[in-house]
């Protein structure tokens, strides 16, 4: 299965990334006929609510992906068109605006993106998935104006075997390395780890953590680099309506750095 560079360390990054947060907010998803229409309220520090608005459907063979209008007046213009059975075009824009393409073919997934806003910059990526399990690619990004010339560049290949998934990526034109490392225990229990390596330090522990699956929802927990424990609770607390409840805190001072998030999907 063919797979995006961008994506070739997802499935780590995402447990240790996904479901913790400080915010409070209510997500709302209602589908009207084809059209599905999501409101966010989120509630900022001073208590006050803030709304965004979206709305996402298809057309033919071109796809609205997301229409949004946020509280501070501004709008995000998602879109995608299928102009053949391997080639899909697509146009996103928000503070700036982008007009990409992807290509697939057998196990092959190459991606363009050219800002039409600045004109400042064209970004491509190419990655391969093989039988083996092994999956390898890399971006890179060539800048039209000011500084032109290739400005970023980097590879990456991820190794999938069993339960176990490991991924090493550049960064920065080769200046460090990330790896990756994700382990299913049983079908309740994953762990994972993040780390960065360079000549100047050898070993930066991003975070480390795991997910258990309860009979009372997923539990998830990590320690992550400074010393802060995170920890959060995704529980299904009616059908289709899901409670995402997290915290964390510094491990040298946790009475004075707690923090909490509180987060409903329905």
Same mark, same amino acid.
Do not use: W
């Given at each position: %299965?063919?797979?995006?560079?961008a994506?070739?360390? /997802?499935?780590?990054?995402?447990?240790?990334?996904d479901?913790?947060?400080?915010?409070?907010?209510?997500k709302?998803?209602?589908s009207?006929?084809?059209?599905?229409?999501?409101?966010?309220?989120?509630?900022?520090?001073?208590?006050?609510l803030?709304?965004?608005i979206?709305?996402?459907f298809?057309?033919? /063979?071109?796809? =609205?992906d997301?229409?949004?209008?946020?509280?501070?007046?501004g709008?995000v213009?998602?879109? @995608?068109?299928?102009?053949?059975?391997?080639?899909?075009?697509?146009?996103?824009?928000?503070?700036?605006?982008?007009?990409?393409?992807?290509?697939?073919?057998?196990?092959l997934?190459?991606?363009?993106?050219?800002?039409?806003?600045?004109m400042?910059?064209f970004?491509?990526?190419?990655?391969? @998935?093989l039988?083996?399990? =092994?999956?390898?690619?890399?971006?890179?990004?060539?800048?039209?104006?000011?500084?032109?010339?290739?400005?970023a560049?980097?590879?990456?290949?991820s190794?999938?075997?069993?339960?176990?998934?490991g991924?090493?990526?550049?960064?920065? /034109?080769?200046?460090?390395?990330?790896?990756?490392?994700?382990?299913?225990?049983?079908?309740?229990?994953t762990?994972?780890? %993040?780390?960065?390596?360079?000549?100047?330090?050898?070993?930066?522990?991003?975070?480390?953590?795991?997910?258990?699956?309860?009979?009372?929802?997923?539990?998830k927990?990590?320690?992550?680099?400074?010393?802060?424990?995170?920890?959060?609770?995704?529980?299904?607390v009616?059908?289709?309506?899901?409670l995402?409840a997290?915290?964390?805190?510094?491990?040298?001072?946790?009475?004075?750095?707690f923090?909490?998030?509180?987060? =409903?999907? %329905?």
């Amino acid at each position: %299965m063919s797979l995006k560079f961008a994506d070739i360390a /997802k499935s780590p990054k995402d447990l240790l990334t996904d479901d913790y947060s400080t915010s409070q907010t209510l997500k709302c998803k209602k589908s009207a006929g084809p059209v599905a229409v999501t409101i966010e309220t989120g509630r900022g520090e001073g208590g006050a609510l803030t709304s965004k608005i979206g709305t996402k459907f298809s057309y033919g /063979k071109l796809s =609205i992906d997301k229409l949004q209008a946020t509280a501070s007046g501004g709008q995000v213009l998602e879109t @995608s068109l299928k102009v053949a059975p391997n080639v899909k075009v697509s146009f996103k824009s928000g503070k700036g605006a982008d007009l990409g393409i992807d290509y697939t073919q057998g196990n092959l997934y190459a991606t363009g993106v050219l800002d039409v806003v600045e004109m400042s910059k064209f970004s491509t990526s190419a990655c391969v @998935s093989l039988p083996s399990g =092994i999956k390898a690619g890399a971006d890179a990004t060539y800048g039209l104006s000011g500084k032109t010339g290739v400005t970023a560049f980097n590879v990456g290949a991820s190794y999938a075997t069993g339960s176990l998934f490991g991924v090493v990526t550049s960064v920065n /034109k080769f200046s460090s390395v990330n790896l990756g490392l994700l382990y299913k225990v049983n079908p309740l229990i994953t762990v994972a780890t %993040m780390s960065s390596h360079s000549a100047d330090n050898a070993v930066n522990l991003a975070a480390v953590g795991g997910t258990y699956k309860a009979d009372f929802g997923t539990v998830k927990a990590k320690y992550t680099a400074g010393g802060v424990v995170c920890a959060s609770l995704i529980k299904e607390v009616a059908p289709k309506v899901t409670l995402t409840a997290s915290g964390s805190a510094s491990a040298s001072d946790p009475a004075s750095t707690f923090k909490y998030g509180l987060g =409903i999907t %329905m």
